[in-house]
């Protein structure tokens, strides 16, 4: 357990090393998502405001802050974006430089080497997302309140999620080699039908139960009850108790398949081929 | 020499539509994004207009229509259009120079413009590809009414748009040669189009300074010309004024990316730099 532990902390620093080398790609994790969803959606918004007020999203969010509604969407949907490309990255990386087999020839759980991946990703994603919080309240008008810690077991819950939907991710990888267009589609569904860009009670009814099966869906409504003082969309106890399951259930699947995956290619001999 | 440059750009355009045909994924790509990226934004204006009668009369006291998806996926649409060029036309010399092939391109006698826009018409099918898409889906899921007479404006302002758009892929396949810089260079400049130029808001709720940057970006008269031609009906002589000033701003962008291009290849082959990444 303890070397396992010290792999994590050398997966850690070895990531945040080449991040370090790389600065302008931390710089866009905060640029991207504003130029290209936040300001166009805030002027969007600004296009239905009337006397300055957005009555319409007070009516279909529970409150007229486009920006914080957008903020903390935006604060959230980079954890979720963290996690797919940061896993599919690393893993790309080891496949492209042909150097994944050797790491899975060190006496290291593969588990380890994925969970390394994914413990960085968050750890950057969550800086970004904090960054993006900010910027939210001090250069956009965004107003939230301290009741916003109310959420943090909620997120708490919902990084746990994320580190199950990182073996899923890192089982995709692995399988399909080319695995560019697939993450980027279903990390962008993935996070925008979690209501990042709009509230939830905008969709239509079959997306609203895919929705409900998303534990951002959950963190990020919990959040937004702290932060916007919204209505959470269930009691909050249920809200907890679903979000807990999929935690559960995401981490147990996830990882049961990444074995599974890890496992089979090992047989075919086709791990490290590309 | 004329028709021998015509052949060369026959054999580039050709050589372009087989690589792509190569990645099917492609395709299924061009029919994704331009129908899933204005879908959100259509269900975010749902979210801010939410039915009230009043948000959507300040939306279409704003835009000129009611018409909010149309409205999103003509914006869309030439938002994709500008990522298929950055992509493609915008990225082609910096794929060969990547490869290592950039040089010997340089070796043949054939015009520079034949190496700057060979690769665009196999993007234009793309990208017309995308358009007829997007306009069966307007057309059935959002009963925009497109008959013919509006397909055909909005074909003859899409033609009109073309050398904008391809001096907009050289002026930046220039850039990029020399910065040697192709994906955080596409990010950045898609979001800059994307904040200015009205993709999915009317630009006059950005502030004034930003309004006068954005008239000077043919994308933004592309999208205007096209959202009065399909949501407001426009004819071709009442749009006659925008689309001169649209045909101006191409032609200072085709010869600003002759000038930039004729600049970098001067300063790479002094350098050395010509073939490296």
């Known amino acids: 357990?303890?070397?396992?532990?010290?792999?994590?902390?050398?997966?850690?620093?070895?990531?945040?090393?080449?991040?370090?080398?790389?600065?302008?790609?931390?710089?866009?994790?905060?640029?991207?998502?504003?130029?290209?969803?936040?300001?166009?959606?805030?002027?969007?918004?600004?296009?239905?405001?009337?006397?300055?007020?957005?009555?319409?999203?007070?009516?279909?969010?529970?409150?007229?802050?486009?920006?914080?509604?957008?903020?903390?969407?935006?604060?959230?949907?980079?954890?979720?974006?963290?996690?797919?490309?940061?896993?599919?990255?690393?893993?790309?990386?080891?496949?492209?430089?042909?150097?994944?087999?050797?790491?899975?020839?060190?006496?290291?759980?593969?588990?380890?080497?994925?969970?390394?991946?994914?413990?960085?990703?968050?750890?950057?994603?969550?800086?970004?997302?904090?960054?993006?919080?900010?910027?939210?309240?001090?250069?956009?008008?965004?107003h939230y309140s301290a009741r916003i810690a109310l959420g943090v077991p909620a997120l708490l819950l919902l990084l746990v999620s994320l580190i199950g939907i990182a073996f899923l991710v890192a089982a995709v990888v692995l399988r399909v080699r080319q695995p560019n267009f697939l993450i980027d589609t279903t990390s962008y569904l993935f996070v925008v039908t979690s209501g990042v860009l709009f509230p939830i009670a905008v969709l239509p009814a079959f997306l609203k139960f895919a929705a409900f099966a998303l534990p951002t869906t959950y963190g990020l409504d919990l959040l937004r009850a702290g932060a916007l003082g919204t209505s959470p969309l269930l009691p909050v106890v249920w809200e907890y108790a679903a979000l807990g399951v999929i935690a559960a259930g995401l981490v147990a699947i996830g990882r049961w398949t990444f074995l599974r995956t890890e496992r089979r290619l090992r047989v075919q001999g086709s791990l490290g081929s590309y | 020499m004329l028709a021998a440059d015509l052949r060369a750009f026959y054999a580039a355009a050709l050589k372009e539509w087989r690589i792509m045909r190569r990645y099917p994924t492609v395709f299924i790509g061009i029919l994704f994004w331009p129908l899933i990226l204005p879908g959100v934004y259509v269900l975010q204006a749902n979210g801010f207009g939410a039915g009230d009668g009043q948000a959507l009369h300040a939306f279409a006291a704003r835009t000129g229509t009611l018409q909010v998806a149309g409205f999103l996926y003509v914006g869309g649409a030439i938002y994709m259009w500008l990522s298929v060029v950055l992509w493609g036309p915008g990225s082609a010399l910096r794929e060969e120079q990547t490869r290592g092939s950039l040089e010997q391109q340089f070796l043949t006698p054939v015009s520079r413009l034949v190496l700057l826009f060979g690769s665009a018409p196999a993007h234009l099918v793309q990208a017309f590809w995308m358009f007829l898409v997007i306009g069966i889906v307007l057309g059935t899921l959002f009963h925009v009414p497109i008959g013919a007479g509006t397909a055909v404006r909005a074909l003859v302002v899409i033609a009109i748009s073309v050398p904008a758009f391809l001096g907009l892929g050289a002026l930046f396949a220039a850039l990029v040669l020399r910065f040697k810089e192709?994906?955080?260079?596409?990010?950045?400049?898609?979001?800059?189009?994307?904040?200015?130029?009205?993709?999915?808001?009317?630009?006059?709720?950005?502030?004034?300074?930003?309004?006068?940057?954005?008239?000077?970006?043919?994308?933004?008269?592309?999208?205007?010309?096209?959202?009065?031609?399909?949501?407001?009906?426009?004819?071709?002589?009442?749009?006659?004024?925008?689309?001169?000033v649209l045909t101006g701003l191409s032609a200072l962008m085709c010869v600003m990316a002759a000038l930039v291009f004729q600049r970098c290849e001067r300063d790479s082959r002094r350098n050395g730099a010509l073939g490296q990444y």
């Open chain 1, 1 to 142: 357990m303890g070397a396992e532990l010290r792999a994590v902390g050398a997966i850690l620093r070895r990531d945040f090393r080449l991040l370090c080398r790389h600065p302008l790609n931390f710089v866009n994790l905060i640029l991207l998502p504003l130029y290209q969803f936040l300001i166009p959606s805030l002027l969007l918004g600004a296009a239905f405001l009337v006397n300055g007020r957005s009555v319409g999203l007070a009516r279909t969010a529970g409150t007229d802050d486009i920006a914080g509604f957008l903020f903390v969407g935006a604060a959230a949907s980079s954890l979720g974006f963290g996690i797919f490309w940061g896993v599919t990255w690393a893993i790309k990386r080891e496949v492209d430089t042909c150097t994944l087999e050797q790491a899975w020839l060190t006496p290291t759980s593969r588990e380890t080497l994925v969970l390394g991946s994914a413990l960085t990703s968050l750890a950057v994603s969550s800086v970004a997302g904090v960054v993006l919080f900010a910027m939210g309240g001090i250069i956009f008008g965004a």
């Open chain 2, 182 to 244: 192709v994906n955080g260079t596409v990010q950045l400049l898609r979001g800059v189009f994307q904040v200015l130029c009205g993709v999915t808001f009317p630009i006059v709720v950005l502030p004034l300074w930003a309004q006068a940057i954005a008239v000077t970006l043919p994308p933004t008269h592309v999208i205007a010309d096209i959202r009065s031609v399909v949501l407001s009906g426009a004819s071709l002589p009442s749009l006659a004024p925008d689309l001169l």
